[in-house]
């Protein structure tokens, strides 16, 4: 069997320390992070990458969850796609239950796996948008702290993938950018690897 995967960058960090020792995979392809600001343009990325990978394996496995706008994708093709059940890479990663019970802590709270705190708040800019308000004589970061306010919390959440420090001194320093008090938690990747075995069968 050869399986392709898809994901977002931002579990790079997890799924690279998976896949090592998953023999079936074949191919694997990440793609932009942030690509959920933009659902509809997020789900027609995917529509065109499946079947281009499909060509070449067996079965896809898909590093999203929902999305906003991915639910029910994995049925639209003749060959076995496989999208974890969970609403976003925050749930794969936390679980749904750890991350509701965040939200239920602080509605105002910022997610970061490592993947997030590796992009920063210069993403944030670029798929905002943001960067066009330099044109303007405005700053960019000023404008992204606005949308902002309603945030109190940063949560940075260990996955346990290697760099810990340097991803916790990213999480620290966006949380700094953006007024927020630092947590942390731990989490592992059982789901995430749960999801990628069924891949597998």
Same mark, same amino acid.
């Given at each position: 069997m050869r399986l392709g995967v898809i994901a977002c960058t931002v579990l790079k960090p997890e799924l690279d320390l998976l896949l090592? #020792?998953?023999p079936e995979v074949a191919e694997v392809?990440?793609?932009d992070a942030a690509l959920?600001?933009?659902p509809q343009k997020m789900l027609e990325r995917l529509l065109e990458e499946i079947p281009t990978m499909g060509q070449k394996v067996d079965a896809v496995f898909l590093g999203y969850g929902y999305c906003q706008s991915l639910r029910g994708i994995d049925e639209k093709f003749d060959f076995p796609v496989i999208l974890p059940q969970v609403d976003d890479c925050i749930s794969l990663l936390l679980t749904p239950q750890r991350y509701a019970e965040e939200v239920r802590r602080e509605v105002g709270t910022w997610f970061m796996t490592p993947g997030w705190a590796e992009i920063g708040a210069q993403l944030l800019i670029k798929e905002l948008k943001l960067e066009r308000a330099a044109r303007y004589g405005r700053d960019p970061m000023e404008?992204?702290?606005?949308l902002f306010t309603?945030?109190?919390r940063g949560i940075f959440i260990d996955t346990g993938v290697e760099g810990r420090e340097a991803y916790m001194e990213k999480a620290l320093a966006f949380c700094e950018d953006f007024n927020l008090t630092m947590e942390t938690t731990t989490a592992d990747t #059982?789901?995430?690897a749960n999801w990628?075995?069924?891949a597998r069968l």
């Open positions: 090592g #020792s998953v392809v990440y793609l959920h600001v933009y404008m992204a702290r606005r309603h945030y109190r #059982s789901l995430l990628l075995e069924k």
